[in-house]
């Protein structure tokens, strides 16, 4: 780095710390779903082992502490998260796991603090951190465009795609494509500041690793993570501007903002789904159709029941008669004494030609009728393959009365008609405005320790009436969720130390030379990343973005006592 970053002492870490250390900056993003050790209830991933090393290795030669004004307020949040798990009325083990992964993050940022505090140049390290997002970057790219030898490598990182509506969304490494979103946010400002800080070959590599993780963000078709990276690009600019030190950013700065808003209009102007994901906050309104059928026939058993049915798009989206998750109608036979569905094939027809919304199209079709004499439902419903049927995002269906008589001659059936592919019986989308509705309902029953950490998934569904809910879901908010999990200790001495650390961190961009406020704004600019994406999501459960916040905050304070030091030893 700069002169005002030259170590104050020599080197005192081995080399395998900060070996250790780079493994686990390119890890990050690399969290092989399937435990790599397993020790009877513990379940260990490649990155927490890797973490778990680094630890050990930082901390085994007594390192120096610098006690800070944060260490308190830390302290206060991870004891309120502990003594919340402790006394949670449910899930206890859940919720103590999840204080002690909080922990776990504490205990990284002091290691990541002590070993770039003690190390004559931070540029290795951090190129690490950078390389390891444009690498999961690079291979959402190749997801996205549909590169066929990635199949067999994808599932070591999630059970499925991310998709929206049948749209699939860039998520590389991670689990889901919103935390993909959340760690390139945090990433690019180092990116942004090695750029700043670099020439020649180093800053075109470092501006080409900005420009690459804007447009991932937008293949994420995250509006939250769009909006962070032009707010972290507007801060970043704006310090550009106002202070001649951070002059460098104003360019990275510029080429995230442009990357995010020319992906996104590109994609809103090719696809219509991506239009309609811009403007929704999830897919509820996305489904709708209306029915026009017969309202009985009668046929003998073994014909074939021929019918005109005519749908209309009353959604948001246009219906795409191809591709893997084509829209196409669908029919399955029900009782007709109390609607009970029978345990008979479904049918499917594909769609003439692309239906938009509010347009309507017309189907002759035929279902074959292999049912014994009596009375049954035919019922018709649209649905997206591999997806959903759009009953289940409670669009109505029509039903059919048909009369099964006597024994009848098998005939053939309609061309169109074809065995219909699985199609996922999901869970029901729950709105933003509804978890946190649960959320605070939770947190009023148990206002100052909460329910116990990442209990909120588990419990959510019963304060909103749910027979059954995602217990994947989160509340959608990282304060809100940590407000029903910790409660109020816990939420106030997580604010104050993310607080205090924008403090430090202001203090010593006021007082340093242009390398230390080039770092200074860039770790600040992850971290508020961090910070404001909270306000709409959760990242803290997710090793990836949790290691990546606590690593920031690590690197922020080794800044600032390194800082110290040389600002002590030039007064000396």
């Known amino acids: 780095m700069g002169r005002g970053f030259q170590a104050v002492a020599p080197p005192r870490l081995g080399s395998l710390t900060l070996g250790l250390l780079v493994v686990v900056l390119l890890l990050l993003p690399f969290e092989v779903i399937r435990p790599t050790l397993s020790v009877g209830p513990l379940r260990v991933t490649n990155v927490e082992l890797a973490l778990g090393a680094f630890v050990l290795a930082a901390t085994a ?50 290691a990541v ?24 970057a690079l291979l959402g790219l190749g997801e996205v465009a549909g590169w066929s030898f990635l199949e067999p490598w994808l599932p070591a990182f999630k059970e499925s795609p991310s998709r929206v509506g049948g749209t699939l969304r860039l998520s590389g490494s991670f689990q889901y494509a919103t935390i993909a979103s959340a ?28 420009g690459l993780l804007g447009v991932a963000v937008a293949l994420t078709l995250t509006r939250s993570g769009a909006a962070t990276v032009l707010l972290t690009a507007l801060v970043l600019g704006g310090g550009a501007v106002a202070d001649r030190r951070l002059r460098p950013l104003a360019v990275p700065a510029t080429v995230a903002a442009a990357s995010v808003v020319a992906a996104t209009a590109l994609l809103a102007w090719s696809a219509p789904a991506v239009r309609a994901r811009l403007v929704t906050e999830n897919d509820l309104t ?90 049954y439902r035919l019922t018709w419903g649209m649905l ?25 001659h098998a005939e053939p059936v309609h061309p169109d008609a074809r065995p219909p592919e699985p199609v ?49 879901l989160h509340a959608n908010n990282l304060y809100l969720e940590l407000l029903s999990g910790v409660g109020l200790v816990g939420v106030a001495g997580f604010v104050a130390f993310l607080l205090a650390v924008a403090r430090d961190l202001w203090r010593h961009w006021r007082t340093a030379e242009a390398d230390g406020a080039l770092w200074a704004a860039g770790v600040g600019a992850g971290v508020l990343a961090f910070a404001v994406h909270g306000l709409l999501d959760a990242f803290l459960g997710f090793t990836p973005t949790a290691s990546l916040f606590w690593l920031l905050v690590g690197v922020g304070r080794a800044l600032v006592e390194r800082g110290a030091e040389v600002g002590a030893a030039g007064g000396r």
């Not at 290795?124 to 997002?133: E, K, N, S």
């Not at 989206?317 to 829209?327: D, I, K, L, R, S």
């Not at 393959?385 to 289940?392: E, K, M, P």
């Open 384 to 408: 997206q393959r591999q997806i959903l049927w759009f009953r289940h995002r409670g669009v109505p269906e029509a039903t059919t009365l048909v009369e099964v008589e006597g024994e009848g």
């Open 183 to 210: 760690y390139f946010e945090m990433v690019w400002p180092l990116a942004a500041v090695l750029a700043a800080s670099g020439r020649g070959r180093e800053r075109a590599a470092a501006l080409g690793a900005v």
């Open 61 to 110: 030669g007594r390192p120096r502490w610098h006690p800070r004004m944060s260490d308190g307020a830390l302290a206060l949040f991870l004891g309120a998260a502990l003594l919340s798990a402790l006394v949670a009325p449910a899930y206890r083990p859940e919720a103590l796991k999840f204080a002690l992964r909080l922990a776990a993050g504490a205990a990284f940022m002091g």
């Open 424 to 472: 996922p019986t999901t869970p029901p989308t729950v709105s933003r405005r509804d978890l946190w509705r649960a959320a605070w309902a939770m947190w009023r029953e148990r206002p100052l320790l909460g329910h116990g950490p990442d209990t909120f998934r588990q419990r959510y569904g019963s304060y909103l009436g749910l027979p059954a809910w995602d217990r994947r």
């Open 113 to 136: 603090a002590v070993c770039l505090r003690e190390t004559c140049s931070w540029r290795p390290f951090l190129w690490a951190a950078v390389a390891g997002g444009v690498a999961s």
């Open 286 to 375: 996305w489904y709708g159709a209306r029915y026009t059928v017969p309202a009985a026939v009668r046929v003998r058993a073994g014909d074939v029941v021929t019918v005109t049915v005519e749908v209309e798009n009353t959604g948001a989206v246009t219906w795409t008669p191809e591709g893997e998750t084509a829209f196409a109608l669908g029919a399955y036979w029900r009782r007709a004494e109390d609607g009970a569905t029978l345990d008979v094939p479904h049918v499917e027809w594909p769609l003439p030609r692309p239906v938009p919304p509010g347009e309507r199209v017309r189907l002759r079709v035929a279902v074959p009728v292999a049912l014994p004499p009596g009375t």
